[in-house]
């Protein structure tokens, strides 16, 4: 727990320490707020669709952008070897760069605050939708993350760590479209994997526990093989 820690607080300083962080965070910042506030939903129903809606496909792409560097660039740079002779388990290298990630994540949600910060101003928001949308885009956050630090663990180049990430993530997202188009038996069952079957639901304001579990089940998915990525480097 002690390395993990230590990892996750060099990884979320470094992040502070480089551009990128600030222009993905002011990107993400801007695009959202631009779809809160031309959204009808935010004046007729006094909610963030708009934004929760924008957000989640946001996430997916800046996902892939926040992590292509976390292991790719280790590897390239030839610091990864030193890595991995370290004293330090793979599993605890890996958990401490996506907690170091999921800092900037929850850093992102955070500055969007001030949007049901507005609604609450100027109407009379429910707040019981507000706060599952806030869960569903953190779980989803969480989940595009632990994809993007697998395909940083496959390659040394951060380019091809960004394509092979957002390929996975919205092939995961937009499985739910080619259900459509199969029979309904196993339209339901290709649904069950889609990134975008159960975030309707947070948006509406239910907390369907099978959508948390399926969020953290692709999180631990992710995370667990881009540990086993680690461990084939080491005896490769």
Not at 137 to 144: H, Q, R
Not at 207 to 214: E, H, K, P, S
Request: no cysteine; hydrophobic share 55%; aromatic share 14%.
């Amino acid at each position: 727990m002690r390395n993990t820690t230590i990892i996750a607080l060099k990884e979320f300083k470094s992040y502070l320490a480089s551009p990128m962080a600030y222009i993905v965070i002011g990107i993400f910042l801007v695009l959202t707020g631009v779809f809160f506030a031309t959204s009808p939903d935010t004046l007729i129903e006094t909610s963030i669709k708009g934004f929760l809606g924008s957000g989640s496909i946001l996430l997916l792409l800046f996902a892939s952008v926040l992590t292509m560097r976390l292991l790719a660039e280790e590897r390239k740079m030839g610091t990864l070897e030193l890595l991995l002779t370290a004293p330090v388990r793979d599993s605890e290298l890996i958990l401490g760069k996506f907690v170091g990630s999921l800092g900037i994540l929850i850093v992102m949600l955070v500055l969007t605050f001030y949007y049901p910060i507005l609604l609450r101003l100027f109407g009379d928001p429910d707040m019981g939708p507000i706060t599952a949308g806030y869960l569903g885009l953190f779980l989803l956050g969480g989940a595009s993350l632990a994809v993007g630090i697998f395909a940083s663990s496959l390659t040394s180049n951060q380019i091809v760590a960004t394509v092979v990430a957002g390929g996975i993530l919205f092939a995961l997202y937009f499985m739910g479209m080619l259900a459509s188009f199969l029979p309904e038996a196993l339209g339901k069952f290709v649904n069950f994997f889609s990134l975008s079957y159960y975030f309707p639901d947070f948006m509406r304001g239910i907390i369907d526990t099978r959508g948390v579990i399926y969020y953290l089940s692709i999180t631990a998915l992710f995370l667990f093989l881009a540990i086993r990525s680690l461990e084939n480097s080491r005896w490769s």
